[in-house]
């Protein structure tokens, strides 16, 4: 299987690498100039490929005549919670913010779908914290704006993909203990990708543009 992960060299998406690699996988691994954590991997089946989702029309290296799995994983996070307070947060904060985390995965998408195979599938993560039904604490807007906008674009690529047989849904990772978190989260990274994958794997057994967490349960929109 060819598996294509944007923001492979940190974090979940690091994660995710050294998980399908481990599987049997080729890996297309997605970074911007720092290589990160892929510098320690040494393996036939991974492939390194400089892609700034942030931006417009970036030249890329060989791609994979084909995809099977599509993971949009880069994303940011923006400035701390201070800066994302009601009387702080600042227009080009939230145009930065959504730029990559929504704009980012259309982006992709858009260069990609073509290379997907029949029965191929595109998970795009998002976060709880983009959920209006589980926001009882406000504040975050950059964050929690781009992670909202990107499940309704999530959801519009299922329809528009279904003819295709192309299958996408949006995940939720959960509170992960990464670099983005400051290591505060409640599981680690391995937990994280490995409930994904499962649920993944299981893709075809949630409605198209579902919005799903590592654990398997669904998230209101």
Known sequence: MNVLITGGNRGLGLGFVQHY??????????HRADIGGLADIKH?????LQWDVGEDDEPLGELPEHIDLLINCAGIYGPGK???????????????V???????????VQRLHKRMVRGGVIANLSSKMGSSG??????????????????????????????????????????????????TGL????DSVSGMADVIERA??????AFIAFDGQEIPY
């Open 21 to 30: 690699l481990g599987t049997g996988h080729d890996v297309w691994a997605g």
């Open 44 to 48: 036939s089946g991974l492939h390194l």
């Open 82 to 96: 201070d800066g994302q307070e009601l009387d702080k947060v600042r227009p080009a904060v939230m145009q930065d």
């Open 98 to 108: 959504f730029n990559v985390d929504c704009i980012g995965p259309l982006r992709v």
């Open 134 to 183: 589980d926001n009882s604490s406000g504040g975050t807007y950059a964050y929690r704006a781009a992670k909202a906008a990107l499940v309704i674009v999530s959801k519009s690529m299922a329809v528009d993909l279904a003819p295709a047989s192309v299958h996408v849904i949006t995940l939720h990772p959960g509170w992960v203990r990464t670099d983005m978190t400051h290591q």
């Open 187 to 190: 599981i680690d990274v391995e």
């Open 204 to 209: 075809r057994d949630y409605a198209p543009g």
